[in-house]
């Protein structure tokens, strides 16, 4: 067999370090081994393992780089042919150069390693957030797993999840800070067939070379987890691509993750399958990913801003919005077609050929968008009703809670210590304490002492923190809303009440000159026990003593934010940022 090399994993990772940022962007006093059956087969067992933990962040970069090259169906025990690449690429986020890619592989006796690490800069309302991350896999020679290694950076101290694959099944140890907390755990093996990456490569390199129009694939992506996921590329055309100086026989494809829901890329790859070109893009926001020498790729970083063009602009002012106490909004999605029976379907994917441009009208081979509903949740104090595909109503009331979901009341998620929720973490624990002998023996009290505790505590209302664990703020007392919900989650934990985030949009008169508007936030839900009946209950630390949360928090989703639930659920409003309305239909005070 000869020898060929693929690319590494697609660009996954970028855009939702975005929206980690993004969806939580505004505190309210901050500021005005697989794919389905053997090679070539039907896609009969192209279920993927859903008991399985994925990483906290899925992974755009690594899908763009590489693990695009999923494949149908195990390798045999036989030597993988791949050969190892040492490539470069620069990231542009809304046509600003924001930061670069660096994939790696490496053969040395017995195994193949394929790394990925990631530089992201952004600015948000002038400060400037480095994101980096750095993943490994490392497999036989035949393509058997061996280990995944994730390092990210968000903040000030790394977060490291080692995964270890054994015939039992999967072994992760979750380390925060050079010597901070280790948090291992053990999962049953993954069920069906998967390629790892350098056999993903492989795969569809001889797939291209066979003249495939379509190849499906089941891999691992590097930053988002053990788990595969289905990859899948449809070659739009073959032609001819520009590329360090050359001109080299190319495909375009278009290119979708059974992780990445709604969104659209398009990829230049060469003969082999490496990327030259991807364009991603989720909602407004598009990142493209250039294949360029080292020097390149890390000189003349120029991060774009972008809280402003993220806020969502509502019909009218509200009056005295941290006084509201019932609302009625609809929300809806700005610029979708209603085409496939009724239902929006994908902007078609953007062009690799020039950024910043879609070509040709939306083909009906796109994905189908979810419904507008579907990405709104209803809570103890909201209700959502459905008015077509592309708007949806909300009804809150904070002072008419309904009960929590039977499920919620002994899930063991919602008190599980995590690498953000760290309520194990000492001086969290030592936090908590502190508040808990000022409260009274409800939980109700606790909670809202907790909250106002943690108000007081991060003196340091800060965008420049990209996004702190609850350990973190506990030691730097700084951060914005993310950094207030993951701390008052920890404490809450830690008191043994139930708790999890929100994401969502919140209204504020001005956010720089953009007045009236809805920007994207972050709070806390703990599950409190009021006259015999548990209730979710809205806790939102960055305001002031006082409402602990009012009629104007429009949730959007909500997040254990675990180990094992990863903040990759967020990806879900991706496709939402720029691309929201509000109108706000009525707004009440007091009772």
Same mark, same amino acid.
């Given at each position: ?119 992201? !800069?952004?600015?948000?309302? %002038?400060?400037?957030? &480095?994101?980096?991350?750095?993943? /490994?896999?490392?497999? #036989? ?64 390199? !001889? ?15 590097? %930053? ?12 739009? /055309? ?28 398009? /990829? ?19 990142? *493209?990913?250039?294949? *360029? ?16 063009? &993220? ?33 929006? *379907?994908?902007?078609?994917?953007? #062009? ?25 949740? *209803? ?119 139930? #708790? ?92």
């Amino acid at each position: 067999m000869r020898r060929v090399a693929g690319g590494l994993p697609h660009g996954f990772t970028a855009v939702c370090w975005i929206l980690s940022l993004l969806t939580m962007s505004i505190a309210v006093e901050c500021g005005p081994v697989s794919a389905s059956g053997a090679l070539g087969s039907t896609s009969s067992d192209l279920s993927e393992n859903s008991a399985h933990p994925d990483h906290r962040l899925g992974n755009v970069l690594l899908e763009s780089l590489g693990s695009r090259e999923a494949v149908f169906s195990r390798m045999p025990q036989a030597s993988v042919p791949s050969i190892d690449f040492d490539r470069w690429y620069t990231l542009e986020l809304q046509g600003s150069h924001a930061g670069w890619a660096h994939a790696v592989q490496t053969t040395t006796a017995g195994s193949v390693s394929t790394k990925l690490t990631q530089h992201l !800069q952004i600015r948000r309302a %002038g400060q400037t957030v &480095m994101l980096e991350s750095e993943s /490994e896999f490392v497999e #036989s020679a035949g393509g058997q797993p061996v280990s995944l290694t994730i390092v990210e950076s968000l903040a000030a101290q790394p977060t490291t999840t080692a995964y270890l694959y054994t015939e039992q099944g999967i072994s992760r140890i979750v380390t925060q800070g050079t010597n901070g907390t280790r948090r291992s755990s053990t999962y049953p093996p993954i069920k069906g067939t998967w390629l790892t990456p350098a056999a993903a490569s492989v795969f569809v390199a !001889q797939r291209l070379a066979a003249g495939a129009t379509e190849i499906a694939v089941r891999t691992v992506e590097l %930053g988002a987890g053990p788990d595969p996921v289905l990859i899948t590329r449809k070659v739009i /055309e073959k032609t001819q691509a520009q590329s360090l100086g050359k001109a080299l026989p190319a495909y375009k494809v278009a290119v979708s993750s059974s992780r990445q829901g709604a969104a659209t890329s398009t /990829e230049l790859i060469d003969e082999r399958g490496a990327i030259i070109r991807s364009v991603i893009r989720m909602g407004q926001l598009q990142l *493209t990913m250039t294949l *360029t020498t080292a020097a390149d790729a890390q000189s003349r970083i120029d991060p774009p801003e972008l809280l402003g063009t &993220m806020l969502v602009k509502a019909n009218r002012a509200i009056a005295q919005p941290r006084q509201a106490t019932k609302a009625t909004y609809i929300l809806k999605r700005r610029g979708a077609s209603s085409t496939n029976d009724g239902r929006p *379907t994908s902007p078609p994917p953007p #062009s690799p050929d020039s950024p910043g441009t879609t070509p040709t009208p939306a083909r009906p081979d796109l994905p189908v968008e979810p419904s507008l509903a579907s990405r709104v949740c *209803t809570t103890s104090i909201q209700a959502i009703q459905e008015i077509d595909e592309n708007s949806v109503r909300v009804i809150i009331s904070t002072n008419n809670p309904s009960p929590a979901p039977e499920a919620d009341l002994n899930d063991p998620q919602y008190l599980r210590s995590s690498a953000y929720i760290g309520s194990d973490d000492a001086e969290v624990q030592r936090l908590a304490r502190q508040v808990a002998p000022r409260a009274a023996d409800n939980q109700a009290t606790k909670a809202e002492s907790v909250r106002r505790f943690v108000y007081d505590y991060i003196v340091q209302k800060d965008l420049g923190v990209g996004f702190a664990t609850a350990a973190e703020v506990a030691q730097a007392k700084s951060g914005d809303c993310t950094e207030h919900a993951v701390l008052v989650a920890a404490m809450l934990r830690s008191l043994k009440i139930p #708790s999890r985030v929100v994401s969502g949009l919140v209204y504020v008169d001005a956010v720089g000159m953009d007045k009236h508007v809805f920007a994207y936030h972050m709070w806390t839900q703990g599950l409190i026990e009021r006259n015999g009946v548990s209730h979710w209950v809205d806790l939102d630390a960055t305001l002031p003593p006082g409402r602990a949360c009012d009629a104007t928090h429009i949730a959007l989703l909500t997040s254990p934010l675990n180990d094992d639930q990863p903040q990759e659920s967020l990806v879900k409003l991706v496709p939402l940022l720029g691309g929201l309305s509000v109108e706000v239909v009525s707004v009440g005070l007091g009772r």
